[in-house]
């Protein structure tokens, strides 16, 4: 941030008064500008033994597969924002079941969940973002090929949890220079 | 957001290409400035069977009830955020336990999560925004003072889980016009 979104004058990066980390703060019309990590939400979507998963069409990490996910907008729920990920990247609807994964990835300021969500049918298509969505049994699952760690570890705690037939919600923080 | 944080000129608010939703847009420089959700994470503090809670000093709601929480910053953590916001709104050193409440607030683009959290010790001081804070026994809670609504569900769910002997995680959405 260069500019005051507000007015268009040039911000400084100063501690404001009564506060404890920099901002980017306007001189000019006096304007904090506060910013805040971002949420990207998902599902894991299930259809009988099988697990949805999309090839990614775009950057990064194109050509590596993901549960299908992105980042939240504003005035939606989380609920909102993983049926409408799920529906523009692999096509599917589903129905959501729990809040499965939570991973922080603090070094990006990002936050990423998962839901549980169950195929309503075996339909389904990949999105503009998407170059291929396919259905994986457990051992076709292209472990060496996943483009983020957040969705290899909701993967992993899910067929953890499918054999151990208890599903909890999971809670992990990825720290800088893991490979997610 | 009037002009371009990165050049300063006007911004436009459009469709950018293979987009679906207006976005604040340079035609400038060609950036396009996504404005997503903020997240606002806190604890209910527990010291035996007594709840600490604070009176807020500052605006929205000065004067009223609520946990300990406040908006999540970049590069830390959902627990770093928790256990920041409870050492400053109430100066209290706490053990995070289960991450216990999920409220989406779609209307004002916010997801507040409450950790349940065990102080380590009775100590406690109301940090600069908060007037006051109290450990209130279940029977002296502030109902009818209380600040937000997603403190009031994460006390009830609290209290609720807390005879039942059974914690879970709760995810609630707040609808628009209701009391929050």
Redesign the interface.
């Known amino acids: 941030?260069?500019?005051?979104?507000?007015?268009?004058?040039?911000?400084d990066r100063k501690v404001p008064a009564?506060d404890t980390?920099p901002r980017?703060v306007c001189e000019s019309c006096g304007t904090v500008?506060?910013?805040?990590?971002?949420?990207v939400v998902g599902t894991l979507p299930v259809f009988e033994n099988r697990i949805l998963l999309a090839r990614r069409a775009i950057e990064p990490r194109r050509g590596l597969w993901t549960l299908p996910a992105g980042?939240?907008?504003?005035?939606?729920?989380?609920?909102?924002a993983a049926l409408r990920e799920t529906r523009e990247e692999v096509g599917a609807e589903v129905e959501l079941g729990?809040?499965f994964s939570?991973v922080?990835i603090?070094?990006i300021?990002q936050?990423h969940m998962f839901y549980l969500a169950r195929m309503s049918s075996e339909a389904f298509a990949p999105g503009?973002e998407s170059l291929e969505a396919r259905l994986f049994a457990e051992e076709d699952l292209p472990w060496n090929e996943m483009a983020f760690r957040s969705s290899t570890l909701t993967l992993r705690h899910f067929l953890d949890d499918r054999r151990a037939r208890q599903f909890r919600?999971h809670?992990e923080?990825l720290a800088a220079g893991s490979r997610h």
């Open positions: 941030m260069r500019y005051c979104s507000n007015c268009g004058r040039e911000v009564g980390l980017f500008h506060y910013q805040n990590p971002k949420m980042f939240m907008e504003n005035n939606e729920t989380t609920g909102e729990m809040l939570l922080n603090a070094h300021s936050v503009v919600v809670l923080d």
